[in-house]
């Protein structure tokens, strides 16, 4: 049977919302299904998969790890990927609820599945995780806050433990008011929303802004996790180019010729690059934003990580035309558990906000929002923060060295002055999926490049997080990785029929 000719009738359509990967990965199923391609039937490399279909390597990856999940192929390194005996209909299974065909149409991200396993998965003791930007647990300020919830117990009304208001707990929106105005950032209770997590905050901007093929710009690279959002929801994502200056004549461009909804940005210690957006940039940036009646979502989790001087003003304490819309989370600088955030907006975007969070939640934790709430009465994030900052600061410099001192010119990279990353750019002839497949035996992992650029870009950069383990373990972490880039670089070498297929 020939395969490939089966394989190269499969037409797809790039003008479809719908991913390529997953439309390559539809096609297949269909075929597998009906018995058109047999179990046990050896499907092509990847390499071949992209030339037959004219994709991107990632694409046909990311759609042979989709039909891998579903259990319809399975992969044997060095051999290839083969129909599973288990995708054949069997009566058991006839017999079972076809979720599969009852589910609406959704979104997946390219690498998305990865991800979430390296950053869900119980870590062993000998794994060093330098993937989720998780702070060390070691520097969970639980004593601190449970000095501070002793001192404030006598203010909390047991009603504050039934529904509260969806806008969230109206203590903690007074106090965190209070704290933004200490820090130059004026705020007032009305233009605070509570939610769980900054993620939350940018689903409900995504949720209620964006509709099917409005347009929107981001950074490249940029947060995964606004990437997904905003591709899940239908927009079409302008792209800024890769590097440390915003390109504000392209973005002037954008603005004139697409007349985007939004323009999302990390203005501080970006992840995943650590950069940092210049005051002058920052100015000219909102001047364009005014002209153009353009809305700017600032996603702020990093400003407080400094490592040496603070960063310029945010935007949201720039802005005078009450264009910003402005993201923050303690889960970063107290602990990720917490799941709270609030965003910082005009009241009208407050109260749209609330109308679509009362959909999700009706309201945040009431507990979590307690805890804040008495952790800035007492002033208690100061001293805190002084001392991650401190620490943190210790943890890159650890990192940096190791990877000067293992990685050699196999790696590149800027020393950040802030954050919790490390971004590593790689010898162009390897590939970072590639890279974690030859890590994961020395029990190292890390999130690829490719997650951070829209439209399937392929990367040849990684993130590090060097947040979550001490200096120590750290530089254990880069020797390790040193030694998987010199398996992955003698795979490069080798012809492409004896190398093994990238798993993701």
Not at 17 to 39: E, G, R
Not at 333 to 351: D, Y
Request: with cysteine; aromatic share 8%.
């Amino acid at each position: 049977m020939d395969i490939t000719k089966m394989l190269s009738g499969i037409r797809l359509n790039p003008a479809q919302s719908t991913p390529l990967y997953l439309q390559i990965a539809t096609a297949l199923s269909a075929k597998i299904s009906d018995f058109s391609i047999p179990v046990g039937a050896k499907l092509p490399p990847e390499r071949e998969l992209s030339r037959l279909l004219g994709v991107s390597r990632t694409t046909a990856i990311n759609a042979y790890s989709l039909l891998e999940e579903r259990g319809l192929v399975s992969t044997k390194i060095g051999s290839g990927t083969f129909v599973s005996a288990g995708s054949t209909p069997n009566q058991s299974q006839s017999t079972q609820m076809p979720w599969d065909q009852l589910f609406a149409p959704g979104y997946k991200a390219p690498l998305s599945s990865i991800i979430r396993s390296i950053i869900a998965s119980p870590t062993a003791d000998d794994m060093i995780s330098m993937a989720a930007g998780m702070p060390d647990p070691a520097f969970y300020p639980l004593q601190m806050i449970q000095s501070a919830l002793d001192r404030n117990k006598r203010a909390i009304d047991a009603a504050d433990f039934g529904l509260i208001a969806t806008e969230g707990y109206l203590p903690l929106r007074r106090s965190l008011a209070a704290w933004q105005t200490s820090l130059d950032n004026p705020a007032t209770p009305d233009q605070i929303l509570i939610v769980s997590g900054s993620q939350q905050g940018l689903y409900l901007l995504v949720k209620s802004f964006i509709e099917p093929r409005d347009y929107v710009i981001v950074e490249s690279p940029t947060y995964l996790g606004a990437i997904q959002l905003l591709e899940a929801a239908g927009a079409r994502l302008l792209t800024l180019p890769p590097g440390n200056k915003l390109d504000l004549a392209m973005l002037e461009d954008y603005l004139i010729r697409y007349r985007p909804k939004l323009f999302y940005t990390m203005s501080s210690f970006k992840n995943p690059t650590g950069s940092v957006m210049e005051l002058a940039e920052r100015r000219e940036l909102l001047r364009l934003a005014e002209k153009h009646r353009l809305t700017v979502i600032e996603d702020d989790p990093y400003s407080l990580l400094y490592h040496g001087s603070p960063p310029p003003p945010s935007l949201k304490q720039l802005d005078s035309f009450g264009g910003v819309v402005q993201l923050g989370t303690f889960s970063k600088n107290l602990f990720p558990g917490l799941r709270t955030g609030w965003v910082h907006a005009a009241p009208p975007v407050i109260n749209r906000l609330a109308q679509e969070k009362q959909f999700v939640d009706l309201h945040s934790n009431n507990l979590a929002q307690m805890i804040v709430h008495a952790a800035l009465e007492e002033n208690s994030l100061p001293l805190h923060l002084a001392m991650v900052r401190r620490e943190y600061k210790k943890r890159r410099n650890a990192m940096a060295a190791a990877i000067k001192k293992y990685c050699g010119a196999a790696m590149r990279f800027e020393l950040p002055e802030g954050g919790l990353y490390i971004w590593g750019r790689l010898n162009p002839t390897i590939l970072p999926t590639e890279l974690l497949r030859r890590a994961a035996p020395f029990g190292i992992s890390f999130i690829p490049g490719d997650a951070f650029y829209a439209h399937g870009a392929v990367s040849h950069e990684i993130r590090l997080c060097f947040a979550t383990h001490d200096e120590e373990r750290l530089a254990e972490g880069i020797r390790r990785l040193a030694k998987a880039l010199n398996v992955a670089t003698a795979a490069e070498s080798l012809p492409a029929a004896s190398a093994g297929r990238p798993i993701i």
